[in-house]
């Protein structure tokens, strides 16, 4: 009786992290932060693995966010190494540009890399990883099965994170969704097949709720075709994640945000503009 009070207690909570009725929450803003430009050289080969499009150039972007929620600051992904700064990376299948560092660009807002208390991370890849060293006070939010992935790397392949890898900072592995403030405000979305510990983030704004799609979808025609690119780890796993995802969105009336389509760049304010 007891292991099924305690059960439903459980659903309960789950529940209450995607339908949570306003409470009473601190003032919150959502600022979109450049984390660079992706000029593709074949989209389909790159992005389809069921050849879905003509072989032709594509421009995606890199996007990062900060959340304050009171007085705390979350960083939902850190973008490219700053180390590309000034150094395009041109390889055979895209050349990759980074304009500005999150320190800096933080900067022009007032915000101190110290101040943010909380970094949240989609997935494991190195354009959302590559700046998570400048903020080794924040506490690391990621999917449990992504740091297991992380931590089964040679050294080279988790120095990124090697901060929160070794101990060196707070961690909290997150297992299903994670209702970060503990008000509905801000949820982690378990959302797997990118890749094993794959997160949206769905952010309640006075404004409405806005849904952050991580890597589910990368631009805006794979919604529609429902398009997995070669490299996601669980093809299966990605079209029920689609599913989720379109359905939260739909049921919420959210505004979705594809975090590397240009176009949805502009549904926020242009920095240093935030949305409320
Ligand atoms: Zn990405």
Request: some cysteine; proline content about 7%; hydrophobic content about 45%.
């Amino acid at each position: 009786m007891l292991k099924r009070a305690v059960a439903a207690a459980i659903g309960f909570l789950a529940l209450t992290a995607t339908q949570a009725p306003p409470a009473a929450r601190p003032a919150m803003s959502l600022w979109r932060l450049d984390c660079g430009d992706f000029q593709i050289n074949d989209i389909n080969a790159f992005m389809s693995d069921t050849s879905e499009y003509p072989a032709r150039p594509k421009h995606l972007v890199g996007s990062c966010y900060l959340i304050r929620h009171g007085d705390q600051y979350l960083l939902w992904d850190t973008g490219m190494p700053a180390a590309l700064l000034g150094h395009p990376d041109v390889n055979p299948v895209m050349t990759v540009t980074l304009h500005a560092s999150l320190v800096d660009q933080l900067a022009r807002i007032g915000v101190r890399p110290e101040q943010v208390n909380l970094v949240g991370i989609s997935h494991y890849h190195g354009d959302h990883t590559g700046q998570a060293r400048d903020f080794p006070n924040a506490r690391l939010l990621m999917g449990a099965a992504d740091l297991a992935a992380l931590r089964a790397r040679p050294a080279a392949g988790q120095a990124d994170l090697a901060h929160w890898l070794s101990g060196g900072g707070q961690v909290t592995e997150v297992q299903g969704d994670l209702d970060v403030f503990n008000d509905g405000s801000v949820v982690m979305l378990n959302l797997p097949g990118h890749t094993p510990g794959h997160h949206a983030l769905l952010v309640r704004l006075a404004s409405g709720p806005v849904m952050l799609s991580g890597d589910t979808y990368h631009f805006a025609e794979q919604v529609a075709h429902r398009g997995v690119p070669p490299f996601n780890t669980n093809r299966a796993e990605s079209l029920a994640s689609m599913d989720r995802f379109d359905r939260l969105a739909r049921n919420l009336h959210a505004r979705v945000i594809i975090q590397h389509e240009p176009a949805d760049v502009g549904k926020l304010p242009a920095f240093p503009g935030a949305a409320h």
